[in-house]
């Protein structure tokens, strides 16, 4: 029964989030600066969005405030809910030619509309993104992921579902996009 409106301000929600985390930062129990946000189904439109509203945030000359997503997981992402969508998201050069901002799509190939939407997105990423063609080179620059897998699951039901080894996958990304780029 949500409605669009109800939809939009679910980016208030993960700021609300990110605000906690803040809070955990600054006690020295985590490190914020490597933020990567996962979102499945229209969760992550959402995820999307709030990417886009963390890049754009006004820059202040006392502190830093946005530019914290470093990554993003987006299980079966869908193109629109109740009218959200990641279109503005995607088309802003914040997101869009972001070199700062890797994604990892995740979909089973067997569904068909959430594919579909995937493969939309993953190619109009990796076709703006330089993806080198030297393998080492690919492994430190390349950033734009696509996951596909033979099964007719989406969203969530990937995390759960044995054999696809959908959480050993996200966590080599983070560990490749995150936990390597620490020391830069």
């Known amino acids: 029964k949500m409605r669009r409106e ?17 809070d955990k930062n600054n006690a020295g129990e985590l490190n914020i600066d490597s933020r990567c946000v996962v979102g499945a189904g229209m969760g992550a439109i959402v995820a999307v969005n709030w990417a886009y509203y963390d890049w754009s945030a006004q820059q202040l000359p006392a502190f830093r405030q946005g530019l914290d997503v470093k990554a993003l997981v987006l299980l079966s992402p869908e193109n629109s809910f109740k009218g959200m969508t990641t279109r503005r998201a995607l088309s802003s050069p914040l997101i869009k030619l972001n070199e700062n901002l890797s994604i990892f799509v995740v979909v089973g190939r067997e569904d068909r509309d959430a594919y579909s939407d995937s493969k939309k997105l993953y190619n109009s990423l990796e076709r703006v993104r330089e993806t080198p063609k030297d393998p080492q080179e690919r492994r430190e620059k390349q950033t734009v992921f696509l996951m596909e897998l033979d099964t007719s699951l989406s969203g969530v039901d990937l995390l759960k579902a044995r054999g696809l080894n959908v959480m050993p996958a996200i ?7 995150l936990s390597s780029k620490q020391s830069d």
Not at 6 to 22: G, S
Request: with cysteine; glycine share 4%.
């Open 6 to 22: 109800h939809c939009e301000v679910m980016i208030l929600d993960v700021q609300a989030c990110k605000c906690f985390l803040m």
């Open 171 to 177: 966590g080599q990304f983070i560990d490749l996009r």
